[in-house]
């Protein structure tokens, strides 16, 4: 089967760093995404790592280990709007011939407190 | 133009009744997904076209009947819904279904409750 795995809840103080764990054990794994979720909002895409190491973004950077099967977001001087739910999803191949489908964590609501 | 559009945002439907989803992009996109959240919940795959295609079905309830007309519509057809049926059913496309690094866009969601 597939399971991602990443913290419920996580809170940090404004200004502060945060880092946001994923573990994942998936069959067929073809790429690793973080998406940002405001209640009630879309999922805004955040990140993309394929290959092992560190991609940064500006205020945010995503780092994956494929042997550990291992990804982490993490976000710098962080802000009120930060406070969000986090998503780890993994792409998977499907048993089409397609690249195949997005698998998604549980997510991890994190609220930035002044 | 880099939006997915969902209509209706909200929708109230009786077990009886026959409702549609509509998912519009104008981005060129080729594949669209319907997913479904619950409240405090991840998003879970419902189906994949690719191409017009449907190319994943996640062994949905045939009450959940997808349609897509052409590359830049998606429906989802519902009929004899059931109260556990109640989600945020969110669209969303990407460029292919077949690129290893191909993000997906979300729509806002049509927010549905079943009585």
């Known amino acids: 089967g597939q399971n991602i795995d990443q913290p419920t809840e996580m809170t940090a103080t404004e200004g502060a760093i945060v880092q946001i764990n994923c573990t994942y054990q998936?069959?067929?794994?073809?790429?690793l995404f973080w998406y940002q979720q405001h209640a009630g909002e879309a999922p805004t895409f955040l990140s993309y790592?394929?290959?092992?190491g560190l991609e940064e973004k500006g205020r945010f950077s995503s780092f994956l280990s494929r042997s550990k099967g291992y990804s982490y977001l993490l976000l710098k001087e962080l802000q009120m709007k930060d406070s969000a739910s986090y998503l780890c999803?993994?792409?998977?191949?499907?048993?089409?011939?397609?690249?195949?489908?997005?698998?998604f964590g549980q997510g991890t609501e994190l609220s930035v407190k002044p | 133009d880099t939006e997915v559009t969902q209509t209706p945002k909200h929708l109230v439907m009786g077990m009886t009744n026959k409702k549609s989803l509509k998912c519009e992009q104008h981005m060129g996109h080729r594949a669209m997904y319907w997913y479904k959240q619950k409240a405090k919940k991840p998003p879970e795959l419902m189906f994949v076209y690719s191409y017009e295609k449907l190319s994943i079905n996640e062994s949905v309830p045939s009450r959940f009947s997808p349609e897509c007309p052409n590359s830049s519509l998606l429906n989802l057809h519902l009929h004899a819904l059931q109260p556990e049926d109640s989600a945020l059913y969110l669209c969303a496309s990407s460029l292919h279904s077949g690129g290893t690094n191909e993000k997906l866009f979300f729509g806002s969601g049509t927010q549905l409750s079943v009585l």
């Open positions: 998936t069959s067929g794994f073809n790429g």
């Open positions: 999803a993994v792409r998977v191949r499907s048993g089409y011939n397609q690249g195949g489908k997005l698998i």
């Open positions: 790592n394929v290959l092992d």
